[in-house]
């Protein structure tokens, strides 16, 4: 037990802890998440998480910016070095963003439950940089006519709100049998057409 103790106090037991973490938030949910519990995952004393995390709270906010970490390197990543079209970028986005809320339903509700509170000014951070390069795709094109310029807030509302709720009926198999890749392509073109300048 010392040896793993040891191993962790040199840096890997935040990382693991959180890993852990997440595990456990898609199986059990927030009220299954315990710092003992974990510490005994892990295989570290029960006293030994307090070092990263002083409570529960604070376990859970940090979930959440790694959560958002995670997003926003998965979304940076996609649209980078995508250089088409705003339609085309859009439904890169969508599938980036829609794989990571099905596969991590849990942690996503998570990190906007949390996203919000001022007393932890990381988790404000988090949020725009995870949502930095999306924020700028509809800036863009908004810029060059590509889509409606009126309001960029409402624009990015309507586009989240959409992909909230095909992460949710995709997640709740409301699908059928409709490829899921077919089905986020159709709903990005519906709202494209929305979108688009008249």
Do not use: W
């Not at 940090?62 to 979304?75: C, D, H, W």
């Not at 849990?106 to 930095?132: G, I, Q, S, T």
């Not at 807030?153 to 709100?161: G, K, N, P, Q, Y």
């Not at 992909?163 to 159709?186: E, K, P």
Request: include cysteine.
């Amino acid at each position: 037990m010392a040896e793993t103790v040891a191993r962790y106090h040199h840096g890997n037991l935040r990382a693991a802890l959180l890993e852990c973490a997440e595990r456990k938030l898609e199986t059990t949910g927030v009220g299954g998440l315990s710092l003992r519990e974990l510490a005994r995952e892990v295989g570290v004393s029960h006293g030994a998480p307090r070092q990263h995390f002083p409570d529960k709270q604070a376990l859970l906010d940090a979930l959440a910016v790694y959560g958002l970490e995670r997003l926003g390197r998965r979304l940076d990543d996609v649209l980078g070095v995508r250089k088409d079209d705003f339609g085309a970028r859009l439904v890169a986005f969508a599938r980036a963003y829609v794989e990571f809320a099905t596969r991590h339903p849990a942690l996503l509700e998570l990190m906007f439950a949390r996203k919000d509170r001022a007393d932890v000014p990381e988790l404000r951070e988090a949020n725009d940089r995870a949502f930095a390069a999306p924020s700028k795709l509809i800036a863009d094109a908004q810029a060059e006519g590509e889509i409606d310029s009126a309001d960029p807030d409402r624009v990015a509302m309507a586009v989240l709100a959409t992909l909230q709720g095909l992460a949710a009926v995709i997640t709740s198999g409301m699908i059928g049998d409709r490829a899921v890749d077919t089905v986020i392509t159709g709903t990005i073109e519906t709202l494209l057409n929305g979108l688009r300048r008249r």
